[in-house]
């Protein structure tokens, strides 16, 4: 058998352990498979002493992980640190300009300097692999760039946030509001350290920029993302949205045709009849549209230490097989530019939820700044009213531009009988 590939891993938190777990359980049959042994050498963490249910005490110990990249006895470094700047993307760089390849499970990294990265690996001839920074255990970037390379893909979707699905999945089974179930969701550790990559859809739109990237060799920033998180869906548009024939998903949506590349995060409408409305807590689902294939659909947990470490170990079989082609499948210096398509300009149905006081001519208002603005209802529900006499309203329209349903927004939230700031949420009707 040849010789060992010999890696370093940095970070030791949940995929970590869970990376050490796999390599050290599936030892032979990796070997196996790869055609060479796979062997840890050295590992780091912030606290070496730290409870982890595993033995570490067999490989060397660093302090300081970039201490990895000038070590001759490493061939690959494994980052799982997290953060988009700061010690993982310093590691990243000194590794490949030292010549190590990397593997990283670090979305905000790729998201924000992918193009870079990939740059630097491409020039040196060295792997960079973040299998696992999308979508955990589902094999997606694998999917986009080998299977179903054959294909010009123009879509690419899906529930990317596998926290806040939980949590929308919860608000409906339970019938509780959105404060309750955030709590319950925090004491359950299932929230980012910083909630709001989760909530606000920051992480979703991390991952949608590197699907982007992969999936249509365009040169993708996680800036020109258009995102909105879940904080604002109550339990009423949930249960409104199911009357309607609906289940409120935040999804990731990129496409891109002549007129250019559309990438947005945000809660949607889909219809119960879409099989991505009936993937429920904690699971992810991408759809991937291709000109040959019609459409595939992949469904699996999207975090965990043993999805998420399957993910890196399957990096690292890879590059032990000899795999060093180009991060996003096409040459760094081949990826394309291409224009964006604003979010204004997106044309489609609205689902609005207004919350306002019972009283005569109230909907009159709200349909006349409709009117004024050319958007045309489709369906329209309230159902009796609150302890406190107000009413919440319900609207669906059809087909209208986005600036036109933002401008009639506008005009509705200026109505002194408008409680709480109207929402509109877009449908998909996927
Ligand atoms: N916070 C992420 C999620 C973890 O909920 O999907 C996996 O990337």
Sequence with gaps: MSKPLKIAIAGLGTVGVGVIKILESHREMIAARAGRPVEIIAVSASNRSRARGIDISAYDWVDNVLDFTTRDDVDIIVELIGGSDGI????????LDRGKSFVTANKALIAHHGNELAECAGKQQLALRFEAAVAGGIPIIKSLGEGLAANRLNKVYGILNGTTNYMLTQ???????YGEILEETKLLGYLEADPSLDLDGIDAAHKLTILSTVAFGVKANFDDVYTEGIRRIKLVDIEYAKELGYRI???????????????RVHPCLVPNSAPIAHVDDGFNAIVVDGDFIDRTFYEGRGAGEGPTASAVVADIIDIARGHHGPAFFVPARAMQEVALISMSDRVGPYYIRLHVE????????????LRDQDVSLHVMLQKGSEQDGSVYVVMVTHDTREQKLMNAMNQI????????????????NL
């Design 249 to 263: 998903k935040l999804l990731g949506i990129a496409s891109l045709a002549k007129a250019g590349l559309e990438q």
């Design 88 to 95: 993982a993307h310093a590691l990243a760089r000194q590794a």
């Design 358 to 369: 019972e009283q005569p001519g109230v909907i009159a208002d709200i349909t006349a700044a």
């Design 413 to 428: 939230n200026a109505l002194s009988s408008v409680i709480d700031k109207a929402l509109a949420i877009r449908i998909e």
């Design 171 to 177: 608000m409906e089974a339970t019938g509780r509001d």
